[in-house]
């Protein structure tokens, strides 16, 4: 597939990644420059295999449009519901309950971290942010969902209403409370109240 704007032309092309039905998708800018998208899972279309995003490889074209030369400049890759291994080619299942982000730059040997956990509606109940190479969190921010009662757990909203959070609490690595902001709803979801 070809998308053309003002600057010129992306290509995007799909190609197999194995037998399992996983792919990966090649673009390539105007300027030659290239990102290759890995995904599993999504030729097989089964009950409960998510077809997701595992790895993100971006280059940078050093030579020419005519003739380009590759250089690596980020790997991300993506693995869920607390698999470390193999994440490129892994099979995820529904739901997905945690997602952990590698970032690497160039030819680094090390990687940061983002470490995300969900609830069983898709809300976001933690991120845990590690430095490169390091194996505790620098920071860990934790998100309670419901309405803000003066202490936790808070309560039900109501009207089905689950994706409002109630306590938004940032640590550090020794435990330090580094904010917290506390959010009241009434019983539409509305916010009526928050404090920091």
Known sequence: MTRGTQDGATTYTVSPNGLSGNTYTTR?????????DYFTGGGLY????????????QYQNTGTVASPVYAILTTDIYCYNGNTTNCQTAGVSYPITQKDSYHTPGAMTTSSR?????????NVTSVAEYDFGASSPTTTTTAYYGSWTGALPCAAVGSGVFNVPCDIVTTDNAG?????????????????????
């Open 28 to 36: 390539l800018d105007p300027g030659k420059n290239k990102a290759v």
């Open 46 to 57: 089964r009950y409960g295999v998510a077809p997701v995003l595992t790895e993100v490889q």
């Open 114 to 122: 983002v470490s995300t956990t969900y609830d069983k509606y898709g």
């Open 176 to 196: 330090h409370t580094l904010s917290e902001t506390r959010l009241t709803y009434n019983s539409q979801g509305f916010k009526t109240a928050s404090s920091v």
